[in-house]
């Protein structure tokens, strides 16, 4: 079913239902049309910012009727091309960027109800503000937003404890393809009256409707923080490791990051260097991290001891302060950034069963040297919830753009050791444009089916961000 091109009479009326804080140009926004990394660029026709639910409905309705692609976008901070296009007609983007409200914050009840447009670090401080903890935490939580996060199912480095965006979430409002709003705010922990419309959106990535408002979990905030860095002498280790802690401090491990040494020169490379936790530098490390009751960091100092001499860990430093504690994670949280200007020649967001962590690192990195052993790989991420950064780079004094033409051949080594170690090739960043084909040819059969088949029933017309998730 083909969809139409935005007419000069669908645009006017937006413009009028909008004012002119919510009616822009792409000109106006042109920061929307491009993915964090800069590796996909997209067009489009109009961008839409509404005020409120009612506006996002109304805006909806008439792209609806008009037959006119829309795409919603949150932070921007995606990183498969969710939010970007280049097919035709031109879509019209609708930016939840002002809807950024805390409705409410019921430390009773522990919930917490913010609209999309809600930075991720607000809705975290909301939180602090009547002694609770939202714990959603990622890199981009200065930047990224609510909506975003739940439309596509945010991980980070809690994930271990907590879970991801999908189990932090009570309920939501929406928006569906033709105008109705769906009001499920309810801050109920139990609510067995039907189909769980919240989880069909979240993870959704924007086509089965937009999310414009969630009922979100708060917990209480740990009366005490323990955080240690350590030298382990394989990814074997560190697994081994995670499972020697758990039970000696109980249910608090709150994060549990490998990191690569390769990520710590990278820093050095691009010019953010940072104390060295340790010294030497192991070529694997561990950032662990628990919180809960006081007393924590005592247990945690004692589990290490018999870990030291079980051989599970070789050096550590535990963080006596939070400024130490600070200094660990932004080393951890830099990386990233670093990452990128070096320029990878492929990215692998993947996650892989927690036992087979140590088998996937190993057959990929041998699988990586046979092809062309001056290839470089970063290999870091949430070992306790078997999520991996597993990016490769080209040789140092090499540009990405002259070995564009290896990218996919890397990729599809590293996609099918992923799928035959039992894990996922979209692990924590969705699927969007950038993996569309992988979800075809990894997913099962029966999953695609039903997709297909629920696109089809809640967005017939198929205006609910074309091209993403599903062709």
Not at 55 to 61: L, M, S
Not at 180 to 188: A, D, E, I, P
Not at 216 to 228: N, Q, S, V
Not at 430 to 453: I, Q, S
Request: charged content about 25%; aromatic content about 4%; glycine content about 10%.
């Amino acid at each position: 079913m083909s969809l139409n091109p935005a007419s000069a009479a669908l645009l006017d009326g937006l413009r009028e239902l909008l004012g002119p804080n919510g009616a822009k140009t792409p000109e106006d926004e042109p920061g929307l049309f491009r993915e964090d990394r800069d590796r996909y660029r997209g067009h489009g026709a109009f961008v839409a910012r509404p005020a409120s639910t009612a506006e996002v409905a109304e805006v909806v309705r008439r792209c609806a009727a008009a037959r006119t692609p829309l795409i919603p976008v949150s932070g921007g901070t995606g990183l498969v091309g969710g939010h970007v296009t280049t097919a035709e007609p031109a879509p019209v983007l609708l930016s939840l960027q002002r809807m950024n409200r805390i409705r409410a914050v019921d430390a009773a009840d522990n919930a917490l109800i913010a609209e999309a447009g809600v930075i991720l670090k607000d809705v975290q401080d909301a939180a602090a503000s009547v002694d609770r903890l939202f714990p959603l935490s990622l890199a981009s939580e200065g930047s990224c937003r609510i909506g975003g996060n739940l439309s596509s199912n945010a991980g980070g480095v809690n994930t271990l404890r907590y879970g991801n965006a999908r189990d932090l979430c009570l309920g939501v409002e929406a928006v569906l393809p033709d105008g109705t709003v769906f009001n499920g705010l309810k801050r109920l922990r139990k609510d067995n009256m039907g189909y769980d419309l919240r989880h069909l959106l979240i993870g959704a990535e924007g086509t089965l409707g937009i999310i414009t408002a969630a009922a979100l979990k708060l917990f209480p905030r740990p009366a005490e923080t323990a955080t240690a860095w350590l030298a382990v002498p394989s990814p074997q280790a560190a697994v081994d490791l995670l499972h020697f802690l758990r039970p000696r401090v109980g249910d608090v491990i709150s994060a549990f990051e490998l990191i690569d040494v390769v990520g710590f020169d990278f820093l050095a490379e691009t010019g953010m260097p940072k104390p060295a936790p340790l010294d030497p530098m192991p070529k694997w490390s561990v950032l662990v991290e628990c919180g809960g009751r006081a007393g924590v960091g005592e247990a945690l100092e004692s589990a290490l001891e018999a870990a030291f001499e079980a051989g599970l860990a070789t050096d550590g430093a535990v963080a006596q302060s939070a400024q130490q504690r600070d200094a660990l994670w932004t080393i951890r949280e830099t990386i990233p950034l670093a990452n990128r200007a070096v320029g990878a020649l492929s990215n692998h967001d993947i996650s892989v069963p927690v036992a087979r962590l140590p088998e996937f690192i190993e057959k990929a990195t041998s699988a990586l040297n046979r092809l062309d052993p001056a290839l470089r790989i970063n290999c870091f991420g949430h070992v306790g919830d078997g999520n991996l950064h597993y990016n490769v780079y080209p040789p140092r004094g090499r540009d990405k753009a002259e070995m564009g033409n290896r990218r996919e051949e890397v990729k599809r080594l590293v996609h099918d050791l992923v799928h035959e170690t039992e894990g996922s090739v979209g692990a924590e960043h969705g699927v969007g444009r950038a993996k569309v084909e992988d979800l075809e040819r990894y997913g099962d059969a029966g999953l695609l089916a039903a997709m297909r088949a629920l696109k089809a029933a809640l967005d017939p017309a198929g205006i609910m961000n074309p091209g993403a998730v599903l062709r």
